[in-house]
């Protein structure tokens, strides 16, 4: 499927917290950057428009991780650059789409997300990973916080954990094995029955 221009939500939040994060522990951090805009990009799927959005937020992390550097340690910009992954701060990028993060756990792209132009973006952001010591987790859109920077509440967006993670400054990865759809749907379902458990032991108590 071919796709002209169009324009693209483009939305990165950048948090400075502890490496604990990467354990799935609470940790205190603070936003130190963030993007929200829509921009004019030729894409071919949806896929192409995440990975794209990918490559953006690993460059957020890696500007801010440098800054920080030099600030702190007065490393140069050299000394950065030549600097082994392993050696680096380690990093999170989050993300809510299952086909990116399914995809980046091989070096290869899949089948069917062999388009040339996607093939290179793909094959610089594995890369990207690796060099800067990225690790990627998969959330479902409940726990996506940068969704509320460009969309609303009634579209699913959870403005609220934007304003709870600034004035909090607590963040933790949520880890999430089904969607967001499935998931309201499981607790739609708890929630029904709640009543009847409560009607079924209140007559086992009578009896």
């Not at 499935?182 to 708890?190: F, P, V, W, Y």
């Amino acid at each position: 499927m071919a796709v002209g221009p169009r324009a693209t939500p483009k939305r990165v939040m950048t948090f400075w917290t502890h490496k604990s994060v990467l354990e799935g522990k609470e940790a205190t951090g603070f936003l130190a950057d963030f993007a929200s805009a829509k921009i004019a990009r030729q894409v071919g799927s949806a896929y192409a428009a995440e990975l794209h959005g990918a490559l953006l937020s690993i460059d957020c992390s890696v500007d801010i991780d440098k800054l920080y550097e030099q600030i702190l340690h007065g490393t140069s910009a050299r000394v950065y650059v030549y600097r082994p992954g392993d050696l680096r701060k380690p990093k999170a990028h989050v993300t809510d789409n299952k086909g990116l993060f399914d995809a980046v756990q091989n070096e290869k792209p899949k089948k069917g997300q062999n388009e040339k132009r996607q093939a290179a973006w793909y094959q610089v952001l594995y890369d990207e990973l690796q060099d800067q010591n990225v690790k990627v987790f998969w959330v479902n859109n409940n726990y996506m916080t940068a969704d509320g920077l460009t969309k609303l509440s009634t579209a699913g967006a959870r403005v609220d954990l934007v304003i709870e993670l600034i004035q909090k400054c607590k963040l933790r990865i949520t880890y999430c094995t089904q969607s967001g759809r499935r998931e309201l749907h499981e607790l739609k379902e708890l929630k029904a029955q709640a009543p009847l458990r409560k009607q079924y032991w209140t007559g086992a108590e009578r009896i």
